[in-house]
């Protein structure tokens, strides 16, 4: 990974909070000209620093829609195969590898329970699967 400087971070930091946000409002914020934030911006992208650009969407949910997170416990790690897949089924909106007795958190959105079952009987026989909990959730307080 490349060094980055403060300048680097700032701009990171308003790119991180809105990836809309235009050239020249960058410029102004982190106090340089327009055409060496777009050479900065360039650069950590090729570096690989910067990713990638998404766009957060909050889908609309039928009142039947079930949400839930399933803690997977795999046989062996990486999973990267798996974790193909599971970047494949919609249903799944996030998926975070972490550290003790779980190896993956999976935050998934279904049409119905029985959806959200199916969902889970999926997973559940991946051949890199060990175990699978679900908690279901009852409601959501806030989201950033």
Known sequence: MPAIDAKDRQLLELLYR?????????AARVGLARSSV??????????????????EVAWPQTPESVQAYFQVRLRQTPAAALVRRLRE?????????????????????????????????????????ASVSTSVVLSEDFRR
Do not use: H
């Not at 900065?40 to 766009?55: C, M, P």
């Not at 590898?97 to 079952?117: K, P, Q």
């Open 38 to 55: 777009r050479e900065r911006v360039a650069k950590l992208e090729s570096s690989g620093v910067i990713r990638g650009y998404r766009a």
């Open 89 to 129: 089924r919609p249903e799944f909106e996030r998926c975070c590898s972490i550290g003790g007795e779980i190896d993956l958190v999976l935050s998934a959105c279904a049409d119905s329970l029985a959806a959200l079952n199916g969902l889970r009987d999926w997973l559940a026989v991946q051949t890199e699967v």
């Open 18 to 26: 809105n990836a809309r946000l235009p050239l020249k409002t960058i």
